[in-house]
């Protein structure tokens, strides 16, 4: 069948191969002749150019990968084609005519006879034929597995690997030696030939791995065949020897010696050459098999060399003999395990009656496995679980960082990760997830290309999407979120892939669970809002909050034992620092309130949030401030802390009344606001006043109370004071009162407005109170920045301009304008 530049075809099945055909023939056993020649009607290829000039690829099955120009596949020949392989079969018996012929012409003739001569070149001229015809079969990419149908790459294939030796061969040897005078040295060029040995080699290769035929029969027919060809050439060399000894010398070889009863062999030219040949191939035989009987053996040194050399190289080839009958009878070579194998699964499909592209694809990977043998299983069953652990992290270790999934997850977790996954091939045009099926496999990509794609609502129509690489993944979205793939995932060049199951990844979340918030976060980068709400809802999600919520646990009773070490060991297993309790409490809420200085600093250096607050609104400065630690609060604030207490009015009120005074001295002292209210406008100083405080009230004064808040009654907390008549408190606020006044004088304030004195009203806006600063140039600034206005100078309310601050008297009204 040859493949016409610019035609595209679909079918049905998997996916092509070299023996592709020989596995449709072995999906046919039991069934009838006319099923057969029917399947073969079905072998229609889909020809896809990747781009101009680069390799086209061939399919056999209905998926396809593109389209584009082939119009450099014009006349290629599928090698799967019928009529090619009736070509291999004509061509075969001339290799094995020309195989078994080339040593008995290079021993019994001195140039052929004309029948001969004529068939000779019959043969080469079949031989140049089939040179011709490898310029125009596609073959299939050692590598990716793909059929490679450039004309370009094809040919450079063919001229590097073994064209020279065919043509050698094709060239008429027999005419060439009568034109060089019957130079000997031209004759030796014959054993090129010998190079098509390799037909017949393959041949038998093919007969072993087909199932019809009974293994035994053709491993024996070949151990013959091999038996008897060797013998066939030293046979011949045999003669040769003594043909090549001068006239007067002949007497003085092996056969012109020879005596066998009262016949003699002394002029053995004259001998009919059938008896000639019989005569050396029994020479040939009882030499090899060392049986016997002295009759004909070596005279001169030439064969006495010969023989030595032949007898050695028997010995070889008796052990290879007898090693091969010993594997036939204990049936322990590879490929009888194939063929049992290969017919234990025909019968199951045909039992179960599959459909023929699972069939195909099921036998594809098996003959892959015979022919690759690419699992690690068959390769490392014997050697112990810790030397495969290691030879697993030095294969698999380095694909498995460069994945984006598993960016930033820690080396222990991608050891892990190497040590569960499996490795596995895909044939071209396979497609290993299904768009709609939900997938508990993760899968990542070693070696090939893959490509993903969608179909449409009917089905039909394929949308690509992108194309994967090496170093990439596929199914993680099925895989971690529990919902049905988007989109199918097929093979576009012979894949190795890591596979992982959900069960394993699991496992390792169990022990690396921090790594697992990683993955999930780098899984939703770029992604929709539904899947981050599918993800948050998926088992591998739960399982890791799980394990975040049980570990926080643990992290917070080691805080709370004060388990330096213990806690140290937590964190350094990836525990999270910063992960809360259910009540919200970091492991830093439990250290500072037990005033643990060690745990506390430990937790610090780990960068965790010191301001982190719980669920009643305690920070940790707080808790140690509470426990009177003063060492801890010490830590925290140099760390950056602060109280940021949401409900300081009522926290100061709750110590008031609990007449905590060293706790409201050292949370004065840690900054919290003194004149913080509660909702009836209280101030802490008002309920001081109220119950008669007074050292609560002097400290509160102290840290900065202010005398002159109202509360909703219009009460100050003098007036409190004068309610309750102590008259201690009452000096105390009085005097409290008359400082904060005589400050407030000292210190000027002034009401700036962002528009002009003489605008209109409509024009007018609120203005800001500002203290005065020392300059003019301070105050504008100072002005634009509150006002969000582009103002230039300050005006007085008569409209004149002010230059200097002195110039402004207590609560004046003054007004910023642009230039």
């Not at 001068?246 to 012109?256: A, F, L, N, R, V």
């Not at 069939?359 to 690690?376: M, P």
């Amino acid at each position: 069948m040859m493949i016409q530049g610019g035609e595209r075809t679909r079918s049905g099945g998997g996916s092509g191969g070299d023996h592709g055909s020989d596995e449709e023939e072995e999906l046919e056993v039991g069934k009838s002749r006319g099923e057969s020649k029917s399947s073969w009607k079905r072998l229609l290829e889909l020809v896809r150019m990747e781009s101009p000039g680069r390799n086209v690829i061939v399919y056999r099955d209905g998926s396809s990968l593109g389209q584009s120009s082939v119009s450099d596949a014009s006349y290629i020949i599928h090698p799967d084609c019928w009529r090619y392989k009736l070509w291999l079969h004509f061509i075969l018996l001339w290799a094995v005519y020309s195989s078994f012929f080339t040593p008995l012409e290079f021993g019994f003739f001195r140039g052929l006879p004309e029948n001969l001569f004529l068939l000779d070149i019959a043969g080469q001229i079949a031989f140049l034929i089939d040179i011709a015809l490898h310029f125009f079969v596609a073959y299939r990419d050692p590598h990716s597995y793909r059929l490679v149908c450039s004309h370009k790459l094809i040919a450079i294939r063919y001229l590097k690997s073994r064209f020279l030796i065919d043509f050698l061969g094709c060239l008429p040897w027999d005419a060439i030696f009568k034109v060089s005078g019957r130079k000997e040295a031209v004759r030796y060029m014959l054993w090129i030939r010998l190079s098509r040995v390799r037909r017949v080699s393959e041949f038998f290769d093919r007969l072993e791995k087909n199932i019809r035929i009974k293994y035994l029969f053709t491993r024996i027919v070949k151990l013959l065949v091999v038996e008897l060809y060797c013998t066939h050439t030293a046979a011949c060399i045999f003669y040769y020897l003594a043909t090549t000894m001068p006239p007067s010398q002949e007497g003085y070889t092996w056969i012109g010696s020879l005596q066998m009863g009262d016949y003699s062999y002394t002029s053995f030219r004259e001998i009919d050459l059938w008896k000639r040949y019989i005569t050396s191939l029994y020479f040939a035989i009882v030499t090899m098999a060392t049986v016997g009987y002295g009759e004909i053996h070596a005279v001169n040194v030439r064969e006495m060399i010969f023989v030595m050399i032949y007898v050695s190289f028997d010995m070889i080839l008796g052990a290879y003999l007898l090693g091969n009958m010993t594997a036939l009878i204990v049936k322990g070579s590879k490929t009888e395990k194939f063929r049992d194998r290969m017919t234990d699964l025909i019968e199951y499909m045909n039992r179960n009656k599959l459909g023929r592209g699972t069939s195909n694809e099921i036998k594809r990977h098996l003959r892959l496995q015979y022919d690759r043998r690419y699992t690690e299983a068959s390769v490392l069953q014997e050697i112990p679980a810790s030397i495969r652990t290691k030879i697993a992290q030095k294969i698999y270790e380095p694909y498995i960082k460069e994945v984006s999934l598993f960016r930033g997850c820690s080396l222990g977790f991608i050891k892990q990760i190497a040590i569960r996954v499996h490795e596995e091939f895909f044939l071209p045009g396979e497609v290993i997830i299904e768009q709609g099926h939900v997938s508990d496999q993760l899968y990542i990509v070693c070696h090939g290309e893959l490509e993903e794609f969608g179909r449409g609502e009917n089905d039909r129509e394929e949308e690509f999407l992108k194309r994967l690489q090496t170093h990439s993944s596929f199914g993680e979205v099925s895989f971690l979120c529990n919902t049905p793939q988007p989109y199918s995932t097929r093979v576009r060049e012979l894949c190795r892939v890591l596979r992982l199951d959900k069960q394993s990844f699991i496992e390792i979340l169990d022990i690396y669970f921090s790594d697992g918030r990683i993955i999930l976060n780098n899984l939703l980068e770029g992604k929709d809002a539904n899947l981050r709400n599918e993800l948050l809802e998926s088992d591998v999600t739960l399982s890791i909050e799980k394990s975040e919520s049980e570990l926080a646990m643990r992290l917070n009773c080691a805080a709370f034992n004060g388990d330096y070490y213990r806690l140290k060991r937590l964190i350094g297993a990836g525990a999270d620092p910063n992960k809360a309790d259910y009540d919200r409490r970091s492991p830093l809420h439990i250290a500072a309130s037990k005033g643990y200085e060690g745990i506390s600093l430990l937790l610090i250096e780990q960068g965790v949030d010191v301001n982190i607050s719980d669920k009643f609104g305690n920070t940790p400065l707080l808790e140690a401030i509470k426990g009177g630690h003063d060492e801890v609060a010490s830590l925290l604030v140099q760390a950056g802390a602060s109280l940021g207490i949401d409900d300081a009015g009522g926290f100061l009120f709750t110590t008031i009344a609990k007449r905590d005074l060293n706790l409201l001295k050292r949370v004065l002292a840690n900054g919290i606001n003194p004149n913080a209210k509660n909702f009836d406008y209280r101030t802490p100083l008002h309920i001081a006043a109220s119950e008669g405080l007074h050292s609560i009230a002097s400290l509160l004064v102290e840290a900065g109370a202010s005398v002159f808040p109202k509360d909703r009654w219009g009460n100050t907390p003098l007036d409190e004071a004068r309610i309750g008549g102590n008259k201690d408190l009452i000096k105390l606020l009085e005097a409290a009162r008359a400082s904060q006044i005589a400050d407030d004088m000292q210190r000027m304030k002034c009401t700036v407005f962002p528009f002009h004195p003489w605008d209109p009203k409509e024009k007018r806006r609120d203005g800001v109170v500002l203290w005065v600063p020392q300059t003019i140039e301070e105050l504008v600034k100072a002005a634009m920045e509150e006002l969000k206005s582009s103002g230039g100078y300050i005006l007085s309310e008569n409209g004149g301009k002010i230059l200097d601050v002195n110039m402004i008297s207590h609560d004046q009204k003054l007004f910023l304008v642009n230039e």
